[in-house]
C-alpha cells in the first residue's frame, strides 16, 4: 500500500505543478487575480473554502472522534464547520458594513498596535499549527514516527508542496484547490459506495453509541459551539478568501463552503464509527477498518488524506506569506520574500512534527481556544458597533484566552491536574465557557468605564 500511496502523491503533486502558474507580479501572487485583474468565480471560490477547512487532520479527527465516541463525536467535529456561516457574517460585516479591507485593518482601527499584535500572534501559531498537522498525518500514513519511511515521506511531501506553493502563491493555491476539491469528491465517492455495497452501514452501527449529556462526544459538541463564534476569525487562510470577490459570490460560497463540509466530514467520520462499532477489544481504527474494508478502501481512504493535506498545506504557506509581508508588513510585499517566508513555516511546521506533540486534537482544541478573545470582539465592536472599548479590555481578555489555552495543554497532556480528574473535554468546556463568559464581562466592564469617565456636556 505504501507504494500506491507514493505513486498517487507523485501524480497528483505532478498535476498541481503544472496547474501551478509561476507568476510575474506582486499582487497576483499575494491577493490570487489572474492577470487580468479577475476575481474567482463561485465554484472555484467555494471548492477552495471547502479544501482549505476540510484537512487532513480534520477528516482524521473526525474519524477517530467517531471511533471512540459515536456519532456524537463526529457530529461535534463538524459543528466546527458552521465556522462557516459565522465566517460569512463576519466578513460581510467587516468588509461590506464597516469598510474594512482586512482583520488588522480593523483591529488596528479599534486597538492600535496592541490590536493586531495581539491577532498576529495568534495567527502565526494558527498556522505553523496548520503545517505541523498535515505534514503529520503524511507521516503517520508512511510508517511509525521516528522511522526512515516516515521521515523520508514528512520531507518529501514538504518539499514538494513548498516547491509549487512558492511558484504561484494564492493564484496556484486557487488553481489547484479546484482540481484536488475535485479529485478529493470523486476519491470519496467511490469509497462510500464500496462501504455502502460491503453492507457495513446501519442504524445499529452508527448509533453504537447512546447519547449521553456527560460523555465526551456531546460534551465536545457544546465546545464546538462556544467556540464556532470566534474560530473562523483567526483563521487567515478562510478571512484570505473572503476579500476576493464580490458581496454575491463571497456569500454565497461560505454558505456553499458550509453545508458541503458539514457533509463531506460527516460521511468520513461514519468510517470510523463503523470502525468504532465493530472494533474486536484493542484493535485500532485503522486495523479495524482494514479488517472489515479491505486493502482497497483502505487505500482511498489513505489517498483522501493525502489530497486533503496538500491542498491545506499550499494555501496555509499563501496565506503565511501574505500574514508576513501584506498584514504585518514585516518585509516588503514581494514575490521573493512570500517565498522566503513559506520556507520559514513549512521549516517551524516540520520542527513541530519532529520534536512536538503527536495529539491531533490539541492542535485544534489550543487554537481554537486562543481564538475566544476574538469573540467579545466580535459581539461587541463589529456587529454590536461599540467604538468605547478601551485598549485594556482587549488585552486582557486575550490574555485570558491565551492563559486558558494554555491550561487545556497541560491539562491534556497529563502534566498537571489543577481542573481535577475529569475528561479533557470537561475541562474544555469548563474553560472555553470561562474564556467567553469572562471576555465579554471585561469588554462590557470597559465600556461603562469608559463612559463613567467622559465629561459631561456643558450646558449653554
Not at 117 to 134: D, K, M, P, Q, T
Not at 173 to 195: C, E, I, K, N, Y
Not at 252 to 267: D, L, N, T
Not at 270 to 276: K, N, Q, R
Request: charged content about 10%; hydrophobic content about 50%.
Amino acid at each position: 500500500m505504501a507504494l500506491s500511496l507514493a505513486i498517487v502523491v507523485g501524480i497528483v503533486a505532478a498535476i498541481s505543478l503544472f496547474l501551478s502558474p509561476k507568476v510575474n507580479n506582486d499582487h497576483t501572487f499575494f491577493k490570487g487575480y489572474s492577470k487580468d485583474g479577475e476575481q474567482p468565480g463561485l465554484l472555484l471560490l467555494t471548492f477552495s473554502q471547502v479544501t482549505t477547512w476540510i484537512f487532513a487532520r480534520s477528516l482524521l479527527n473526525a474519524a477517530i472522534l467517531g471511533f471512540y465516541y459515536g456519532i456524537w463525536g463526529t457530529l461535534a467535529y463538524a459543528a466546527y464547520y458552521l465556522s462557516f456561516l459565522t465566517g460569512g457574517k463576519i466578513i460581510d460585516s467587516l468588509r461590506f458594513r464597516h469598510g474594512y479591507t482586512s482583520v488588522q485593518a480593523f483591529l488596528h482601527d479599534r486597538f492600535g498596535r496592541w490590536g493586531t499584535g495581539c491577532y498576529n500572534f495568534v495567527i502565526g501559531l494558527r498556522l505553523i499549527s496548520e503545517v505541523f498537522a498535515n505534514i503529520l498525518v503524511i507521516g503517520i500514513l508512511f510508517g511509525v514516527a521516528g522511522s526512515s519511511s516516515y521521515t523520508f515521506a514528512v520531507v518529501l511531501f514538504a518539499g514538494i508542496t513548498l516547491v509549487y506553493s512558492m511558484l504561484g502563491g494564492l493564484k496556484a493555491s486557487l488553481r489547484t484547490d479546484l482540481f484536488q476539491m475535485t479529485l478529493f469528491l470523486v476519491v470519496l465517492a467511490l469509497l462510500s459506495g464500496l462501504v455502502l455495497f460491503q453492507g457495513h452501514v446501519s442504524i445499529d452501527n452508527i448509533m453504537f453509541k447512546a447519547f449521553n449529556i456527560t460523555e465526551p462526544g456531546p460534551i465536545l459538541l457544546l465546545v464546538a459551539l462556544l467556540q464556532v463564534w470566534s474560530y473562523p476569525m483567526h483563521d487567515p487562510v478562510m478571512m484570505d478568501r473572503g476579500f476576493l470577490a464580490d458581496r454575491e459570490t463571497t456569500r454565497k460560497s461560505f454558505i456553499h463552503a458550509g453545508w458541503i463540509s458539514v457533509i463531506c466530514i460527516i460521511i468520513f467520520g461514519s468510517f470510523g464509527i463503523i470502525a468504532g462499532a465493530q472494533a474486536a477489544s484493542g484493535e485500532s481504527m485503522n486495523e479495524a477498518l482494514l479488517r472489515l474494508l479491505g486493502d482497497n478502501a483502505m487505500l482511498l481512504f489513505n489517498i483522501t488524506l493525502i489530497i486533503s493535506a496538500m491542498s491545506t498545506l499550499d494555501s496555509t504557506l499563501s496565506s503565511s506569506s501574505k500574514l508576513v509581508a501584506v498584514d504585518m508588513k514585516l518585509m516588503p510585499a514581494s514575490r521573493f520574500n512570500g517565498r522566503v517566508t513559506m520556507a520559514v513555516f513549512m521549516l517551524l511546521g516540520l520542527l513541530c512534527v519532529f520534536l512536538g506533540n503527536k495529539d491531533l486534537f490539541s492542535a485544534v482544541a489550543v487554537s481554537g481556544t486562543a481564538s475566544m478573545y476574538l469573540a467579545p470582539v466580535i459581539f461587541f465592536c463589529l456587529w454590536g458597533k461599540q467604538d468605547q472599548v478601551p485598549v485594556w479590555s482587549y488585552v486582557s481578555t486575550f490574555i485570558l484566552a491565551i492563559a486558558g489555552a494554555a491550561l487545556y495543554f497541560v491539562e491534556s497532556a497529563g502534566h498537571t491536574q489543577l481542573l481535577g480528574d475529569a475528561h479533557k473535554y470537561t475541562k474544555l468546556l469548563f474553560i472555553s465557557a470561562t474564556v467567553l463568559i469572562g471576555g465579554c464581562l471585561l469588554f462590557w466592564l470597559g465600556i461603562l468605564s469608559n463612559r463613567k469617565t467622559q465629561p459631561l456636556p456643558s450646558s449653554a
